[in-house]
């Protein structure tokens, strides 16, 4: 059904007809009774929704142009010149300049480029400059930390030096407070943009990170699910980077171990003896886990020799190992090669020969004597799949208060009651007799009747007539050899009109008063009137020959 | 009869749907709002609301306040030598609502609709739920407080709205909402909120600055830790309400004949609660990113709860979205005005015939899996979702999954709630499980569907197709109800405990609130509140009812000179 059908409208409606239609269906129908209609209905009404917007759009008359605000595809690496009182065409853009204007120290002159352009750079606003400051900024902050970051001369990724680290926490400052300023989308694009900036600068931009993490939130998020991939790396960077602060304090838990494995030289036998080992394994058990880029701090030597404790002596017992391989080769050349070992199913094809006789007795015993497994799984293959399977799970001890008879049955019945659904005429007849049966032979039993109504759940141990036990076999032999036997599939609700002279014969039989009775064909009575409404409402219908005999039969 | 509540942390109020209007019910003392604050003296005297929260100042090791944040944990508070537990407390706050309700309409309500913060987990909606029937209702519906609030703010004109935003900064817990309306239909498009931020939390970053001001030389160190607590908390409370009144408060308190105090400004106060204010963002970013809006197609942003009077919230939350908030809306009420319109709602009045919510999952359901990643190991105890946060109610969502090891004889799952990546993080529902048939690893699929209907019942079916095996399992909100004969137990624990009777409320609270204003004042104020409190108990001990009247207008008036405002 497309969109606009479930909403009925006709396509292109604008956006107050669907909310109304919306709003009309909704009040329609029951929300908690068809969770599938009203997530259709809800899909659509967005759909629509979205539609509308878009297409009046083109056909309205074109936006008047107003200029988006230039987001430079290259960011501005090549700098702005220095500026002093009288220098180019950049005064318009700053206040008077009193006196003469002190650069930034320490001057740092970025190589001049082109004209340098100073664009108003969404999300970054031009800063406010109080007049009585003796120091101007000579190059917008966002501007100076990437190119501290990620400029020209960063790639061997060395770390700050102290004057450039000065330098880089002043400028993210600035920027932290741009953002915690700003509107909402200022601050989001802002915090992608130092996100990005850092991932890509890691490790260089370590001193500045925990600072950026706890303005803009990030410790609040990790390990959430709508994690962004920079902030989750950075987020384990951070650990990392506050791990290898914590861990020098004496009261840190790991801090004897990491004491002890970042000391130079090997760790001699009295030392092995008299620390305990157990600490050691936790500690690199722990970086290993959260932070592997910490194993590098410690000593390569010591830890090996912490893990490898073996002295020099071993080294002549390589011997050994290449003596026992060679024993195994000739031994392997001597006998015989073993069958790899590979996974033998217990599925149809299985070699135990007890698993093929019980499934040939469960095929005999569903369909008639005459039908072979080989019968089965010519026609249908996926049902005998499912029959193995099913008795597989019985042989493990799960429904022992079953017999494997008794489920295939189940099975079986479910799946034919569908497909004989699907075929509709006689067949359907033979399903809804089969039915009707069931249904008497569970009688009074209100809870399993409703049971199995619902979803053809059979109490075990239910006895049918061998008459109608040969006719289940017949449909079902005839359903497999046209292979319609296929899993269940649901259906919606279906309705249809009882003539007066079922809904009569049903009264009679049941001997229910008029409103029950309309309660229960409703599907809104009690479990047990609608248990005997069923009954006799599939009885009544069996031997009418109206119009109506098979849209009633669809419903029950 | 059907009664809307809205049980906040810091007050509390109720309101019935009657000729077709939603009505706030006045308690014994004839205010709106009852502050939810329990006082249990030793002799197992109660006092529920205004005369608790004065008891504060003179008791506080017997008094509890904001006990709605220790809902749905199991810790005790100590008061009048008996431990009670949050339900205990806050059924205690219900009961004296019941009251109030039965003395306005003249019958007691058996059913109450009750309001929860939107992003209160399942535990602590339990746990609202067993304090009702603690009191003695039924609840017939937890609904989320943005709602109800949009629901008053909504309903007001009944016109159709554009999606705004409810902005509620309570006592102790921060929900947001975008709502929209049309044609009478209010539908929650998404939700989210912060548990652990609200008024609260600012009055404890003002003790924290004006303390080391206020008392340098450390004598509070002296007092036991809960009395302590109770006297920045208090000091604390004022400070900030009369921050929102002018540029500088005072931050005070009395300790035996010595009161000592500092001056607050509000630059001072904005510094310190940066770390607050910037808490405020994330649910909002949050909620506007699951519905996928922009914040310039918000039509307002409405303003409920007590928090969103201060200057300095106003103030973040105009710079959050470039325009002034509305307060048109009244912040206190609009909650228990809402939740009476859904107790109409549910009576079928026929008023509100044309009216339909639907409302959305705050939080993200999936099961417990585990994964293998590129180096063969197997990662446990990973988080799947299946119906993922802020999707509309009633929803039903299906997904697949394969089994980890050759011949393996069952699947078991964990129901998990919540938005950590790690479930350990996440909060366990219920567990189920399923045999399936041997076979070689990953050939066996399972099929998980998740069923969530509008009164918050998760329903969990797996099937095996290979099998056509099926198990069901229902997670109820009140599935760990204990048995009744444990509810009744607990009942009768609070119905032993002794009340004042209605008529005597009005007298029983001032007596609190003289006591109060004793304690904060010194020397010859201090020496004359006594003798007044002295004559008014001798009045109230002549038993004669129009001479208490006029002796406790006299009180009043005295008292007001003094000291103008209540604690509310």
């Known amino acids: ?556 | 009869m059907l009664i809307g509540i809205d049980l906040g942390t810091t007050n509390s109020a109720v309101a019935i749907w009657r000729d077709g209007v939603a009505q706030l019910v006045p308690n014994a003392l004839g205010e709106m709002l009852t502050p939810s604050a329990v006082h249990i003296g030793r002799d197992g005297a109660v006092s529920i609301g205004a005369a608790a929260l004065d008891r504060l100042a003179s008791d506080p090791g017997n008094t509890a306040t904001s006990f709605k944040r220790l809902m749905g944990t199991q810790r005790t508070t100590t008061l009048g030598g008996r431990a009670y537990g949050a339900e205990d407390l806050s059924a205690l706050v219900l009961r004296s609502l019941r009251d109030d309700v039965a003395a306005f309409a003249g019958e007691a309500p058996t059913e109450a609709v009750i309001t929860v913060p939107a992003y209160f987990n399942d535990r602590q909606r339990k746990a609202t739920r067993r304090a009702g029937e603690l009191a003695g209702l039924t609840v017939r519906r937890l609904i989320n407080e943005p709602t109800a609030a949009a629901l008053a703010f909504g309903l007001q004109d009944k016109g159709d709205r554009e999606p705004f935003l409810v902005f509620d900064l309570g006592g102790g817990t921060f929900d947001v909402s975008i709502v929209e309306m049309f044609s009478g239909i209010v539908e929650v498009r998404a939700s989210a909120g912060d548990n652990r931020l609200g008024g609260d939390d600012f009055n404890a970053v003002l003790a924290a600055l004006a303390q080391p001001r206020a008392d340098p030389t450390g004598v509070l160190a002296s007092l036991p830790a809960d009395r302590r607590e109770a006297v920045l908390m208090r000091a604390a409370e004022k400070a900030r309400r009369g921050l929102t009144l002018a540029p500088e408060a005072r931050f005070a308190f009395t300790l035996g004949e010595q009161t000592y105090g500092t001056t607050i400004t509000e630059t001072e106060f904005e510094q310190a609660a940066e770390d607050l204010l910037r808490r405020l963002r994330d649910p909002v970013v949050r909620s506007l990113r699951d519905c996928g809006m922009d914040p310039a197609e918000l039509s307002e942003i409405v303003l409920v709860g007590g928090g969103t009077r201060m200057p300095v919230v106003r103030r973040a939350i105009t710079r959050m979205f470039g325009r002034f908030p509305n307060s048109t809306v009244h912040p206190d009420h609009a909650v228990a005005l809402g939740a009476a319109v859904q107790a109409g709602l549910l009576a079928r009045d026929a008023a509100l015939d044309e009216v339909r919510i639907t409302d959305v999952c705050p939080f993200t359901l999936g099961i417990d899996v585990a994964e293998r990643d590129a180096y063969g190991r197997v990662q446990q105890g990973l988080f799947s979702p299946i119906i993922d946060r802020n999707t509309p109610v009633p929803v039903s969502r299906v997904r697949r999954y394969h089994t980890m090891s050759d011949n393996q004889k069952q699947i078991e799952m964990g129901v998990y709630q919540g938005e950590a990546r790690l479930v350990a993080d996440n909060i366990r529902l219920g567990e189920v499980s399923i045999p399936v048939p041997a076979r070689p690893a990953g050939e066996v699929s399972v099929e998980v569907r998740f069923s969530y209907d509008s009164s918050g019942l998760l329903e969990v079916d797996i099937a095996v197709p290979d099998t056509g095996l099926t198990r069901n399992l229902v997670i109820v909100d009140e599935e760990d109800r204990p048995d009744p004969r444990e509810i009744a137990r607990r009942r009768e624990a609070l119905a032993r405990l002794k009340f004042h009777p209605r008529e005597d409320a009005e007298n029983v609270a001032l007596m609190a609130r003289a006591g109060r204003m004793y304690e904060d004042h010194i020397g010859p104020a201090r020496a004359v509140i006594g003798h007044w409190i002295t004559e008014f108990a001798g009045a109230l001990e002549t038993q004669d009812p129009r001479h208490i009247t006029d002796a406790r207008q006299a009180l009043i008036a005295r008292l007001e000179e003094i000291d103008g405002q209540t604690i509310l």
């Open chain 1, 1 to 556: 059904m497309s969109v606009w059908q479930i909403l009925g409208l006709t396509p292109g409606s604008d956006a107050g007809a669907i909310r109304r239609a919306y709003a009309d269906r909704l009040k329609a129908m029951d929300v908690d009774a068809d969770p599938e209609g009203f997530a259709h209905l809800r899909q659509a009404r967005d759909a629509a929704l979205r539609m509308a917007k878009q297409a009046p759009v083109e056909a309205a008359q074109p936006t008047p142009e107003i200029p988006a605000p230039e987001v430079p595809s290259v960011w501005p690496l090549a700098g702005v010149r220095i500026l002093c009182a009288g220098q180019g065409d950049l005064r318009a853009a700053l206040p008077e300049a009193q006196g003469p204007c002190a650069p930034v120290s320490p001057c740092r002159a970025a190589p001049v480029g082109e004209a340098p352009v100073l664009t108003l750079a969404w999300p970054f606003t031009p800063p406010t400059l109080a007049l009585d400051e003796p120091v101007r900024p000579v190059q917008r902050p966002e501007t100076r930390l990437y190119a501290l970051l990620l400029g020209p001369g960063t790639q061997d990724a060395e770390p700050f030096s102290a004057e450039e680290e000065g330098e880089a926490h002043a400028c993210l400052q600035s920027v932290l407070n741009t953002a915690a300023n700003g509107s909402l989308a200022q601050h989001d694009a802002i915090e992608q943009w130092v996100a990005d900036v850092f991932a890509r600068s890691w490790p260089r931009c370590a001193p500045l990170l925990e600072e950026a993490a706890v303005v803009l939130g990030w410790h609040h998020g990790a390990g959430r699910l709508g994690e962004s991939p920079q902030v989750a790396f950075l987020n384990a960077r951070l650990a990392g980077y506050q791990f290898q602060r914590d861990v020098l304090l004496p009261s840190h838990p790991h801090h004897a171990a990491w004491m002890e494995l970042t000391r130079d030289g090997e760790a001699g036998l009295l030392r092995r003896l008299t620390f305990r080992p157990r600490r050691i394994t936790a500690l690199l058990a722990h970086i290993r886990q959260n932070f592997p880029e910490l194993e590098n701090c410690l000593s390569y030597g010591r830890v090996q020799s912490w893990l490898k404790p073996e002295g020099k002596g071993w080294r002549f017992n390589w011997y050994i190992p290449a003596a026992i391989f060679a024993l195994r080769f000739l031994a392997s050349i001597w006998q015989p090669e073993e069958a790899p070992k590979t996974y033998t199913p217990e599925a149809v094809f299985s070699a135990s020969p007890q698993f093929t006789a019980k499934m040939q007795q469960v095929v005999t015993a569903t369909f008639g004597p005459g039908h072979t497994v080989d019968w089965l799984e010519t026609h249908q293959r996926e049902l005998a799949q499912t029959i193995a399977s099913n008795l597989s799970i019985h042989a493990n001890g799960v429904h022992a208060d079953r017999s494997e008879e008794e489920i295939v049955a189940n099975i079986l019945r479910t799946r034919g009651y569908f497909a004989a659904r699907l075929a509709g005429g006689a067949e359907l007849d033979q399903a809804m007799r089969q039915r009707l049966a069931v249904l008497d032979a569970l009688g009074q039993d209100t809870v399993a009747c409703d049971a199995f109504l619902r979803k053809g759940d059979v109490p075990p141990g239910l006895r049918l007539s061998d008459a109608t036990r040969a006719a289940a076999q017949r449909l079902a032999a005839a359903q497999v050899e046209e292979g319609r036997l296929i899993p269940p599939a649901s259906f919606g609700p279906t309705n249809a009109t009882v003539p007066g002279s079922i809904v009569a014969r049903v009264a009679a039989e049941t001997d229910l008063d008029r409103e029950r009775l309309a309660a229960a064909m409703q599907n809104k009575g009690t479990p047990a009137d609608r248990c005997a409404v069923a009954r006799a409402l599939i009885r009544a219908t069996l031997g009418w020959k109206g119009k109506e005999h098979q849209a009633i039969l669809l419903t029950l």
